[in-house]
């Protein structure tokens, strides 16, 4: 089994799927002698903002930019003055005061490195990234998860623009990709005019957790019938060969040293992972049916494309325990998905294995608000202004997508293209207007 990572793992393990920020690293062409900020070096002026601590700055920028990684004191409950606090990690790529200023939500944990979203790179802007909480190191010391809500990572984002604003006063844009798309969107929700756009890609929009027939409509006419039934198939084959299956996976846990208490047991572990391949597949791929092991295959093969496609080391306990947060949100207000498991009737041993109760410890209650996701997404359709939503057309994460009104917001799909979509992939005529519409909200001509 080869070796994985979290930061790997982000790409894999979202329900409606991972971390998707389209990312570039800083260019050696950036522009030079931009290092100051206003009057006075910007370390000094980071260093005077209230409730922010300037950790270190690292090396890695190219000429052009500095990279800080910051500390901002945060209330665990933004609605109690006296509440206990926790930082929230955050970096700095700053260029000039003079710039404009992307804020790109990950929804996961921070990139510690030098990077550049695209919106940051179309507009030579300054980028500040923000942790979610209770991600990475942004954890209360006591894991209260009722403070994990849509609203308190918002009002998180709403204090660290009111106190940047000061600094970088030009035109703001949010981003963010998947599950920080979707962070980019609530935090527009309940502080629409904290930026001047929000360019959101890959953002699911499961606005009935009740109803989950887009994505299996989705799943059943995606790609050709040939792909799909391969891929039914596999998935069969797998779970006809699971004492096998099982043995081999148990075999990695022991020798990584990790084991499968958070899920209950290596067995159903694999079940969840076969049953996820149909949206991992198209979520991650190209599509191409040429790759899927046909039922003859060995068993090796069958095991090493379900490791490939479906990211076996998610379910065990190590990198488990990192999206406990994760699946406490999908379960409480932002809602999971199904899929089709007719074909795997009789071969199936965990009724409801993919929903989110077995993901997180039952010591965590998990009850969910109904009424979260539908205002959003009325909120979206009615009253949201400068959205730009950016979707893969062979995604099933976005097969039930945002729809916003007319003000000044659009949908653009990319043909061809998964989860990890950008504006490069779309058509020419839209990828020009994508353009055109971030330059504009952003004043940059």
Same mark, same amino acid.
């Given at each position: 089994?080869?070796?994985?990572?979290?930061? /790997?793992?982000?790409?894999?393990?979202?329900?409606?799927?991972?971390?998707?920020?389209?990312?570039?690293?800083?260019?050696?062409?950036?522009? #030079?002698?931009?290092?100051?900020?206003?009057?006075?070096?910007?370390?000094?002026?980071?260093?005077?903002?209230?409730?922010?601590?300037?950790?270190?700055?690292?090396?890695?920028?190219?000429?052009?930019?500095?990279?800080?990684?910051?500390?901002?004191?945060?209330?665990? %409950?933004? #609605?109690?003055?006296?509440?206990?606090?926790?930082?929230?990690?955050?970096?700095?790529?700053?260029?000039?005061?003079?710039?404009?200023?992307?804020?790109?939500?990950?929804?996961?944990?921070?990139?510690?490195?030098?990077?550049?979203? $695209?919106? #940051?790179?179309?507009?030579?802007?300054?980028?500040?990234?923000?942790?979610?909480?209770?991600?990475?190191?942004?954890?209360?010391?006591?894991?209260?998860?009722?403070?994990?809500?849509?609203?308190?990572?918002?009002?998180?984002?709403?204090?660290?623009?009111?106190?940047?604003?000061?600094?970088?006063?030009?035109?703001?844009?949010?981003?963010?990709?998947?599950?920080?798309?979707?962070?980019?969107?609530?935090?527009?929700?309940?502080?629409?005019? %904290?930026?001047?756009?929000?360019?959101?890609?890959?953002?699911?929009?499961?606005?009935?957790? /009740?109803?989950?027939?887009?994505?299996?409509?989705?799943?059943?006419?995606?790609?050709?019938?040939?792909?799909?039934?391969?891929?039914?198939?596999?998935?069969? $084959?797998?779970?006809?060969?699971?004492?096998?299956?099982?043995?081999?996976?148990?075999?990695?846990?022991?020798?990584?040293?990790?084991?499968?208490?958070?899920?209950?047991?290596?067995?159903? !572990?694999?079940?969840?992972?076969?049953?996820?391949?149909?949206?991992?597949?198209?979520?991650?791929?190209?599509?191409?049916?040429?790759?899927?092991?046909?039922?003859?295959?060995?068993?090796? $093969?069958?095991?090493?494309?379900?490791?490939?496609?479906?990211?076996?080391?998610?379910? !065990?306990?190590?990198?488990?325990?990192?999206?406990?947060?994760?699946?406490?949100?999908?379960?409480?207000?932002?809602?999971?998905?199904?899929?089709?498991?007719?074909?795997?009737?009789?071969?199936?041993?965990?009724?409801?294995?993919?929903?989110? /109760?077995?993901?997180?410890?039952?010591?965590?209650?998990?009850?969910?608000?109904?009424? !979260?996701?539908?205002?959003?997404?009325?909120?979206?359709?009615?009253?949201?202004?400068?959205?730009?939503?950016?979707?893969?057309?062979?995604?099933?994460?976005?097969?039930?997508?945002?729809?916003?009104?007319?003000?000044?917001?659009?949908?653009?799909? !990319?043909?061809?293209?998964?989860?990890?979509?950008?504006?490069?992939?779309?058509?020419?005529?839209?990828?020009?207007?994508?353009?055109? #519409?971030?330059?504009?909200?952003?004043?940059?001509?």
């Amino acid at each position: 089994m080869r070796t994985w990572t979290r930061r /790997r793992l982000l790409t894999s393990t979202a329900s409606t799927a991972g971390l998707a920020l389209a990312a570039t690293p800083v260019p050696a062409q950036a522009a #030079t002698g931009r290092v100051r900020a206003g009057c006075g070096d910007v370390a000094d002026a980071l260093r005077a903002l209230p409730g922010l601590r300037l950790i270190e700055e690292r090396p890695g920028a190219e000429p052009g930019y500095r990279f800080f990684v910051l500390g901002l004191r945060q209330p665990v %409950d933004h #609605t109690d003055p006296a509440a206990d606090t926790f930082e929230q990690r955050l970096t700095l790529l700053h260029t000039s005061t003079g710039r404009p200023t992307v804020l790109a939500s990950t929804g996961y944990e921070a990139n510690l490195t030098p990077w550049r979203a $695209e919106p #940051t790179v179309l507009l030579d802007a300054n980028q500040l990234q923000v942790e979610h909480r209770y991600f990475g190191t942004s954890r209360p010391a006591t894991l209260d998860y009722t403070h994990l809500t849509i609203r308190q990572a918002a009002d998180d984002h709403h204090r660290v623009v009111r106190l940047f604003r000061g600094l970088y006063r030009g035109p703001w844009i949010s981003t963010g990709g998947s599950k920080g798309g979707m962070a980019s969107v609530y935090h527009r929700r309940f502080h629409p005019y %904290d930026v001047d756009g929000t360019v959101a890609y890959s953002a699911p929009n499961n606005v009935d957790d /009740r109803d989950d027939s887009a994505y299996l409509r989705f799943l059943e006419r995606v790609g050709t019938a040939e792909t799909r039934d391969a891929l039914k198939a596999a998935q069969r $084959e797998i779970l006809l060969r699971r004492p096998e299956m099982v043995a081999r996976y148990q075999a990695w846990a022991a020798s990584a040293g990790t084991g499968f208490r958070i899920i209950g047991s290596a067995d159903k !572990a694999l079940e969840i992972a076969v049953l996820r391949v149909l949206f991992m597949f198209w979520q991650n791929g190209t599509g191409d049916g040429g790759t899927i092991p046909r039922p003859d295959a060995t068993t090796d $093969e069958l095991y090493a494309w379900l490791e490939r496609t479906a990211a076996l080391p998610v379910y !065990a306990d190590e990198i488990a325990a990192f999206y406990i947060p994760y699946w406490y949100q999908l379960g409480t207000q932002m809602g999971y998905l199904s899929v089709p498991t007719g074909h795997l009737a009789d071969v199936l041993r965990h009724p409801g294995a993919i929903e989110p /109760r077995s993901f997180v410890p039952r010591d965590i209650p998990l009850r969910f608000d109904s009424d !979260a996701m539908p205002d959003v997404d009325h909120w979206v359709r009615r009253r949201g202004s400068r959205l730009l939503f950016v979707n893969g057309a062979l995604d099933p994460a976005v097969a039930e997508p945002f729809r916003p009104g007319a003000h000044d917001s659009r949908v653009l799909w !990319a043909p061809g293209t998964n989860h990890h979509v950008r504006l490069t992939d779309l058509s020419p005529a839209d990828h020009a207007a994508a353009v055109a #519409t971030l330059r504009r909200w952003a004043e940059v001509s």
